[in-house]
């Protein structure tokens, strides 16, 4: 039983590309015909035709098996999914307000089918039935993955409830599903809401021309000519608290980027995330847990909270330590400016700069005209394909949803298909902050065919200016590198079932293959295939690339502290098993008293804007990043121990990680490829965290 559907008309009896088959050779999404009156009824309609899959599986006459069961419900509902996907990544990519609308107004409707789903009592039977049964079904290691991936969806959804249990459930599921929204819709709103505007040349001062030129433009798109705007994006508000001597104008800017969601305006973000700690408690206790981390946790590489915090308690004293003797450098620094004022978040980068480039004479934007976007995109083609044998051709004529979007097709070196990648890299107001990588279409092997995925990487790095191209910093470009890793991981899946492909993996899991790309980013071999400077050619220098190293470790105690408290923030938030009932702002006050932080630090994202947890896929799992980053430098060193191209290591990690998606356990799939469990010591060189040791 496939529960497969083919529609090229909707029920309804009007065309609806949503609803017909994508008529292009990949199978994209054909973005210049759908429009948004066409998402509610092919979601609608599409909800009953999955309504109708499911009702095949529970009707059938047959013993439930393998096959009619939980193949049946792998491959149920896969329109629906196609045309949320869809909806979901261009309300993150490309939203209006209309879109906006209409995805709280569908929210309910998809929660409510997702609870139809796990609480049928005749599916779960039947599901439970294959799963106390699986000994006679002769499953391979993928069927039993599968199997057991969906029978403990059904008990983590609910299924055991009883039916007052249940009917609580569904109120708190439809209810978070609409305040996840909500929360980032806030976020974006105060993000876009805000301007600094600067008419006096003199105010400028210390700002690079590329920073102020973008300024410009910015204030031309908005009929203030003349003038400059700075925004709450990233790629302007960044540069601007890093270079702008003007003290008051930082303090102004980072006031307004670290008050979003805290405004106590329509957009305020306190009760919503009030609300959603509260519920996720309780939808975790309705479930038997202790805590929503519990429930969270279970399915993690880290199983406890007590191990995460077990992780990130080893690194919170010595990067904690460092970050104090960093402060003590910028207060030199501050005093002898004649401030005589304490530290302040918004004099950190700022002050960092300068002291960057007295100690390492180092200046960032020296560096920058060797990272243009161009350059760093053929660098990771080049990188890519040293590994993988990987090659890219754009395609110029596929659909977009905006044009600033470019399309790849991905082959192998025997010229295979493997894939489409989109890749989206300038900020706009339609598109909310940070950098991700989703897909369209996951890979999946159908009768015996493997059917190719679509993925895409969206950032939100500097635009080109009139005189200049999208030259990136350091940090952004390891950024690109990150999330090409997990466009890899998605690319080169090579599983049978969708719900294993991929990124179908524990969250702490799934930074792997992005961040042990990030280590190829500042290798100097590496580092000559593609830093080189946009006007001349020139490819960087070894001097450059000598102080590029020396000051690899140069302010790391800053972004593990940033880092780290709202690793500890998340957690603070979801191993509660009470109700949460004091303002948030003094909830977070006092969880980063608890931890000592210094007030020259804040969280890297504080409660109101921390979309991560609260409209995204890491509550109780921000520590993931950390996790991972024990992973990738443990794994990096299987490569720096023979050649960063060593074509059998490289081979070993495609197989082992990249191809197998979710199909086995996680640290198992670890230990196949590097043959042992991670040590944390290259994760505490790399951040320059090891401890002394005394002579």
Not at 458 to 477: I, M, R, Y
Request: include cysteine; charge should be neutral; hydrophobic fraction near 35%.
């Amino acid at each position: 039983m496939s529960c497969k559907q083919n529609n090229t008309k909707g029920s309804l009896g009007e065309d609806n590309p949503l609803l017909a088959s994508y008529d292009n050779k990949y199978q994209l999404p054909p973005f210049e015909l759908i429009k948004n009156e066409h998402y509610k009824p092919a979601i609608l309609e599409a909800i009953k035709i999955n309504q109708k899959e499911i009702d095949l599986i529970t009707g059938n006459k047959n013993n439930p098996s393998f096959e009619n069961t939980i193949v049946a419900l792998e491959n149920s509902g896969s329109l629906l999914n196609r045309i949320t996907t869809t909806m979901s990544n261009l309300n993150t990519a490309n939203t209006n307000d209309t879109l906006q609308a209409l995805a709280q107004e569908m929210a309910p409707e998809l929660s409510k089918n997702q609870d139809n789903i796990f609480l049928n009592e005749k599916l779960f039977s039947r599901v439970k039935k294959v799963w106390d049964n699986q000994i006679d079904y002769n499953l391979n290691p993928e069927q039993a993955k599968l199997l057991e991936k969906k029978y403990k969806a059904f008990v983590r959804n609910g299924a055991n409830l009883d039916a007052q249990q249940k009917e609580r459930l569904r109120k708190i599921n439809e209810q978070l599903s609409v305040l996840s929204l909500k929360f980032g819709e806030n976020v974006l709103a105060e993000t876009n809401g805000y301007q600094l505007i600067i008419d006096k040349k003199e105010d400028l001062a210390g700002l690079p021309e590329e920073v102020i030129q973008a300024a410009a433009d910015e204030a031309k798109e908005n009929n203030k000519e003349g003038k400059w705007i700075f925004t709450l994006q990233n790629a302007s508000v960044m540069p601007f608290l890093q270079y702008a001597d003007n003290r008051e104008l930082r303090k102004q800017l980072w006031t307004a980027y670290q008050k979003r969601g805290n405004n106590g305006n329509e957009y305020d973000n306190r009760p919503n995330l009030v609300e959603m700690t509260n519920l996720r408690s309780e939808k975790a206790l309705l479930l038997g847990y202790k805590s929503h981390a519990d429930y969270i946790l279970e399915e993690r590489m880290a199983k406890t909270s007590e191990a995460v915090y077990d992780l990130l308690d080893k690194l919170w004293t010595p990067a904690l330590e460092k970050a104090k003797a960093e402060e003590a450098d910028i207060k030199k620094l501050i005093e002898a400016d004649g401030i005589k004022d304490n530290v302040q978040p918004y004099d950190w980068r700022y002050y960092t700069e300068k002291i960057r480039k007295q100690r390492y004479d180092l200046d960032e934007q020296e560096v920058k005209p060797y990272f243009s976007l161009e350059n760093v995109r053929n660098g990771i083609f080049t990188v890519t394909k040293n590994l993988y044998g990987l090659q890219y051709h754009e395609l110029k004529d596929a659909p977009k949803y905006h044009p600033d979007v470019t399309v790849w097709e991905v082959t192998d070196k025997d010229n295979k298909h493997v894939g489409i990648l989109y890749m989206d890299f300038f900020p706009r107001a339609s598109k909310k902050g940070g950098a991700w990588m989703t897909s369209y279409q996951k890979q999946k092997t159908v009768e015996g065919k493997r059917l190719a995925p679509v993925i895409s990487i969206v950032c939100n790095f500097s635009k080109p200016t009139a005189g200049n191209p999208s030259l990136l910093t350091f940090d952004e470009t390891t950024t690109f590198f990150h999330e090409f890793g997990h466009a890899l991981h998605g690319l080169l899946s090579n599983v049978t079932y969708e719900s294993l492909a991929g990124t179908s993996v524990p969250t702490d899991f799934v930074e792997l293959p992005s961040q042990i790309m990030e280590n190829w980013a500042a290798e100097p071999e590496v580092l000559k295939l593609y830093a080189k400077h946009y006007k001349t050619g020139e490819v960087i220098p070894d001097a450059l690339i000598k102080k590029l190293q020396e000051s690899a470790t140069f302010d790391q105690g800053f972004a593990t502290v940033e880092y780290l408290a709202a690793a500890y923030l998340d957690l603070d938030y979801h191993t509660r098993n009470t109700p949460l009932t004091q303002n948030v702002v003094p909830f977070e006050e006092a969880a980063m008293k608890k931890l000592g932080l210094i007030d020259a630090i804040i969280p890297r994202y504080r409660s109101t804007y921390y979309s991560h947890i609260f409209a995204g896929g890491y509550s109780a799992g921000y520590y993931s990043y950390i996790w991972s980053g024990v992973l990738d430098t443990d794994a990096f060193e299987a490569f720096k121990t023979t050649s960063l191209f060593d074509a059998k290591t490289a081979k070993s990690f495609r197989t082992n990680i990249l191809e197998k998606g979710g199909t086995l356990d996680a640290m198992q799939m670890y230990k196949n490829f590097r043959g042992a469990e991670p040590s944390i010591e290259p994760l505490l060189r790399k951040r320059g965290l090891e401890k002394k040791v005394a002579k």
